[in-house]
């Protein structure tokens, strides 16, 4: 059974480097609702990257094409990388939520996609980072729950608060600003999913499962987000596992929302000795009783030779057909919360475009500041994104959320180069700000 996970733009889970800036609700850009959940990640520098590693059998992600966006390149793994271009075609309108790179058939294990920006000309030099959908493969042969875990059921180290903070799922967080300060969970299950915050205030941490390589991942964006992805990671085994984060700057904030984790539960194909035994005796007597009725049959068979047999049957159903208008694609509306979780799906076939379902992946609420961090220092600087301000009013339209599932007809072009440095653009959404 395949299964979709949707990443927004501003997880740590994609790694910028220092050109890009983070636009969540930036009124520099009058499309900015347009995108999902009114946030994006845009660059201007020609050769700028961005990196995800995933574990998972497909990608897709998704961006704008507009009249200012160049060429971009985009690769997997180790294979060729393909050069496509970031417009819309001639004299077509520009196009959000749009799939700009889709790779499917990877073996279900961990890859990484790779996202560089390319100018076509002085003014066509801009590339913009929307959401990102992941498919992976569950055991089909068990049923698949998914289970909740708040911050109330990690274990935590001694310097940790529980803060009432808007947005957040029952508008608590826990929150450390301190270096080395740890957050332990034990579930069971393949995999796992961690939300919690991301922003100017908010530092690197690692997360660990098991005895498995630790990550470090970086929560400093330039705007301060409602809750989103903050780790990711499945194909673990059945059984029980343990996760630790741990805060790893001081002076910068961790704040953990929740978990998600999948377990499973019911198993359809593995019965026990005990099972397998009434199945064979079970098949025995059948077998002896066809025989009697078999018996039965014949003698009576024989005597009924010179009657007429009545044939009239319903007529056989024909077989099944596959409806070339169905829809299918690797976004799938959700009810979880937040939108970013667990999204089942039937096989991926890409024939056909979008659907509109109405969820956005987040909210207009604005995320309430954390206090002053205790410690001083820290390794990264203060973000400084000029022209970028939070929504002044929460009463504005948020964009619905396109299934984006695009005609596969990938766009024409991807890859990386590198360059000059950017010039300004008519959506300015302020500066090359450090992330």
């Given at each position: 059974m395949?299964r979709n996970f949707t990443?927004?733009?501003?997880t740590?889970l994609?790694?910028y480097?220092s ?9 520099a ?5 347009r995108y999902?959940?009114?946030?994006f990640h845009?660059t201007?520098t020609?050769g700028?990257?961005?990196?995800v590693?995933f574990?998972g059998t497909a ?5 704008a094409?507009?009249?200012?966006h160049g060429?971009y390149r985009?690769?997997?793994d180790d294979e060729?990388?393909?050069?496509m271009?970031?417009?819309?075609l001639a004299?077509?309108p520009e196009?959000f939520?749009s799939?700009?790179?889709s ?6 294990g961990?890859?990484t996609?790779r996202?560089?920006n390319?100018?076509?000309d002085n003014e ?12 992976r493969e ?5 049923e698949?729950?998914s ?19 808007s947005?957040?799922?029952n508008s608590?967080a826990?929150v450390?600003s301190i270096s ?7 579930f069971?299950?393949?995999e796992i999913?961690v939300?919690?915050g991301?922003?100017p205030?908010f530092?690197?941490?690692k997360?660990?499962v098991?005895s498995?390589?630790p990550?470090?991942?970086?929560a400093?964006r ?5 809750p989103?992805?903050?780790?990711a990671t ?11 984060i741990?805060n790893?700057?001081?002076?910068k904030?961790f704040?953990?929302?929740?978990a998600e984790y999948?377990?499973h ?8 000795a005990?099972?397998?035994g ?10 002896l009783f ?6 039965y049959?014949i ?10 047999w009545?044939?009239s049957h ?11 208008n ?7 509306d959700?009810p979880s919360?937040?939108?970013l ?12 475009h979008v659907?509109?379902v109405?969820?956005t992946?987040?909210t ?8 002053t961090?205790r410690?001083?220092e820290s390794?990264y600087g ?7 301000s ?23 072009l991807?890859?990386q ?12 959404v302020?500066?090359s700000?450090?992330i």
């Amino acid at each position: 059974m395949l299964r979709n996970f949707t990443l927004d733009d501003a997880t740590p889970l994609i790694q910028y480097d220092s050109s890009w800036v983070d636009g969540y609700n930036s009124p520099a850009d009058s499309e900015m609702p347009r995108y999902q959940g009114r946030s994006f990640h845009v660059t201007n520098t020609n050769g700028a990257t961005a990196n995800v590693t995933f574990h998972g059998t497909a990608i897709y992600l998704y961006g704008a094409k507009r009249v200012n966006h160049g060429y971009y390149r985009v690769a997997v793994d180790d294979e060729p990388s393909l050069s496509m271009s970031g417009r819309p075609l001639a004299g077509a309108p520009e196009k959000f939520q749009s799939l700009l790179f889709s790779r499917e058939g990877l073996t279900n294990g961990e890859h990484t996609l790779r996202l560089e920006n390319i100018y076509e000309d002085n003014e066509k030099i801009w590339l913009d980072v929307d959401f990102i959908v992941i498919t992976r493969e569950v055991d089909i042969a068990t049923e698949v729950q998914s289970t909740i875990a708040t911050h109330n059921q990690f274990t935590y180290s001694r310097q940790w608060s529980e803060q009432n903070v808007s947005g957040y799922r029952n508008s608590t967080a826990r929150v450390t600003s301190i270096s080395g300060e740890t957050a332990t969970l034990n579930f069971q299950g393949p995999e796992i999913l961690v939300y919690g915050g991301v922003g100017p205030d908010f530092g690197t941490f690692k997360v660990q499962v098991d005895s498995r390589q630790p990550v470090v991942l970086n929560a400093t964006r330039g705007m301060t987000h409602p809750p989103l992805t903050l780790f990711a990671t499945s194909g673990l085994g059945d059984g029980q596992h343990t996760l630790t984060i741990t805060n790893l700057e001081g002076g910068k904030f961790f704040a953990l929302d929740y978990a998600e984790y999948t377990s499973h539960t019911t198993n359809r194909g593995g019965p026990n000795a005990s099972v397998i035994g009434g199945i064979v005796g079970g098949v025995a007597a059948a077998l002896l009783f066809l025989a009697i009725i078999g018996w039965y049959f014949i003698r009576g068979l024989k005597r009924a030779q010179d009657r007429s047999w009545d044939s009239s049957h319903s007529p056989i159903l024909a077989d099944p057909q596959w409806d070339d208008n169905v829809q299918v694609t690797p976004y799938v509306d959700t009810p979880s919360h937040p939108p970013l979780g667990h999204v089942d799906a039937r096989p991926v076939i890409h024939n056909a475009h979008v659907a509109t379902v109405g969820m956005t992946r987040k909210t207009d609420t604005l995320v309430a500041p954390f206090p002053t961090p205790r410690s001083g220092e820290s390794s990264y600087g203060r973000v400084s994104q000029r022209g970028l301000s939070p929504l002044n009013s929460q009463t504005e339209t948020l964009a619905q959320e396109l299934d984006a599932g695009a005609a596969m007809t990938l766009p024409p072009l991807y890859d990386q180069v590198f360059s000059s440095q950017s010039r300004p653009r008519h959506r300015d959404v302020g500066g090359s700000g450090q992330i």
